[in-house]
C-alpha cells in the first residue's frame, strides 16, 4: 500500500535524524509514545478554514517523549501529505488546527507521528465554508 511507503519514508527520516547522534542513542532511553486519534472520526465533517481541535488519548504519556510530534493529512493513502501541525507537545491530548482549503472529499485521514504514525478513520471534508 502507497501509505505504508510514505510512513516508511517518513520514519527513515525521523531515523536518520536521530542515528546522527549514536553516543546519545545509547545512553538515553527513548519513550515510545504513539496516542490514538480520538477526533476526527468516522462521520466527522470539517469544513476548509474551520478551527479543530484534533484530540487524542494521552493517558499513560511518559513525562519526557524524545520524538517529536507531527500531524499530518492524508487522503486516501493517495497523496503527498500535508503538515497541519508539527512539533506540539503530544502530552496535551488536542491540539487545535485549521481545516486547510482542499478538494471536498469523504477519504480524509490525519496521522499523528509519536514514533511511528498512528492513523485516523477516514472523514469528511466539504472545502469551502457554507454560506
Ligand atoms: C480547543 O480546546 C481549547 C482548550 O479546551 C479551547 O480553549 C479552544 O476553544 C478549543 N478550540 C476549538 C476550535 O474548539
Ligand atoms: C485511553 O487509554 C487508556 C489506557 O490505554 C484506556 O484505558 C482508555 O480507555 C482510553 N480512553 C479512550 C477515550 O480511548
Known amino acids: 500500500m502507497q501509505l505504508t511507503f510514505l510512513f516508511a519514508a517518513v520514519a527513515a527520516l525521523m531515523l536518520g535524524s536521530a542515528s546522527a547522534?549514536?553516543?546519545?542513542?545509547?545512553t538515553q532511553k527513548r519513550d515510545v509514545f504513539v496516542p490514538p486519534i480520538l477526533y476526527p472520526h468516522a462521520g466527522t465533517v470539517w469544513f476548509s478554514f474551520q478551527r479543530h481541535n484534533v484530540t487524542w488519548n494521552a493517558t499513560g504519556a511518559p513525562a519526557?517523549?524524545?520524538?517529536?510530534?507531527?500531524?499530518?493529512?492524508?487522503?486516501?493513502g493517495l497523496e503527498a501529505p500535508f503538515i497541519l501541525a508539527k512539533g506540539f507537545d503530544l502530552r496535551a491530548g488536542r491540539f487545535e488546527i485549521e481545516v486547510p482549503y482542499v478538494l471536498a472529499d469523504t477519504n480524509y485521514q490525519l496521522v499523528l507521528f509519536g514514533d511511528s504514525g498512528n492513523l485516523s478513520p477516514m472523514f469528511t471534508i466539504e472545502s469551502d465554508t457554507p454560506a
Do not use: C, F, H, V
Open 21 to 26: 547522534r549514536p553516543a546519545q542513542m545509547e
Open 64 to 76: 519526557t517523549i524524545s520524538n517529536e510530534a507531527l500531524l499530518l493529512l492524508a487522503k486516501g
